[in-house]
T-cell receptor, first 118, second 119 residues
Framework: AQKVTQAQTEISVVEKEDVTLDCVYE???????LFWYKQPPSGELVFLIR????DEQNEISGRYSWNFQKSTSSFNFTITASQVVDSAVYFC???????????????WGLGTSLAVNP | DAGVIQSPRHEVTEMGQEVTLRCKPISGHDYLFWYRQTMMRGLELLIY????????DSGMPEDRFSAKMPNASFSTLKIQPSEPRDSAVYFC?????????????????FGSGTRLTVV
């Protein structure tokens, strides 16, 4: 069964601290996509990254970095030198593509609420 | 590109009334999704379309919910009759096919959502 687990419900840090949000997924398929989305207090869902299952290269974008480990079925997200504007709920999601086809459902984690305090 | 456009942003209605939510996807995207978000259940996929055809509506809670996509640039989600437990934020999203998508393609772009309150 497909599943995405974000074990951390809430995290609170002080500005400039580094913080890692965990995401563990379950899938039977060899081809899939992983996503991170940010939902700030204003409510919209903002795309952060998409990762293909066949590309395990880690990615860095400014203060954001992602660590994809197929061996542990994890796709963790790290914010370096956190800022108050990073306060939001962060969602990890999985989309399967069995046989390379077009299964389009996103399986969502329940989200991690990050509070960055000044 | 204006992104995915949803209307209205907020809707307050009385129980039993019909509610229609609207979505304009990004031009050229061939998939459209309707999601519902509540505190209790998180994000739930209600239905999705591919090239205007409903592919999976297994997430639609009951017959009171219906969705249509008459053309590539417009979709509606209708609740009739509405009930207080339908109160939630409803998101519309659109995407290209991920397979074959260019590396930089997002895949899924969400609208700003419609906050529905049924009293």
């Amino acid at each position: 069964a497909q599943k995405v687990t974000q074990a951390q419900t809430e995290i609170s840090v002080v500005e400039k601290e580094d913080v890692t949000l965990d995401c563990v997924y379950e899938t039977r398929d060899t081809t899939y996509y992983l996503f991170w989305y940010k939902q700030p207090p204003s409510g919209e869902l903002v795309f952060l990254i998409r990762r293909n299952s066949f590309d395990e290269q880690n990615e860095i974008s400014g203060r954001y970095s992602w660590n994809f480990q197929k061996s542990t079925s994890s796709f963790n997200f790290t914010i370096t030198a956190s800022q108050v504007v990073d306060s939001a709920v962060y969602f990890c999601a999985l989309s399967e593509a069995p046989g390379g086809g077009n299964n389009r459902k996103l399986i969502w984690g329940l989200g991690t609420s990050l509070a960055v305090n000044p | 590109d204006a992104g995915v456009i949803q209307s209205p942003r907020h809707e307050v209605t009385e129980m039993g009334q019909e509610v229609t939510l609207r979505c304009k996807p990004i031009s050229g995207h061939d998939y459209l999704f309707w999601y519902r978000q509540t505190m209790m259940r998180g994000l739930e996929l209600l239905i999705y379309f591919n090239n205007n055809v409903p592919i999976d509506d297994s997430g639609m809670p009951e017959d009171r919910f219906s969705a249509k996509m008459p053309n590539a640039s417009f979709s509606t989600l209708k609740i009739q009759p509405s009930e207080p437990r339908d109160s939630a934020v409803y998101f519309c999203a659109s995407s290209l096919a991920l397979r074959g998508a260019r590396k930089g393609d997002y895949g899924y772009t969400f609208g700003s959502g419609t906050r529905l309150t049924v009293v």
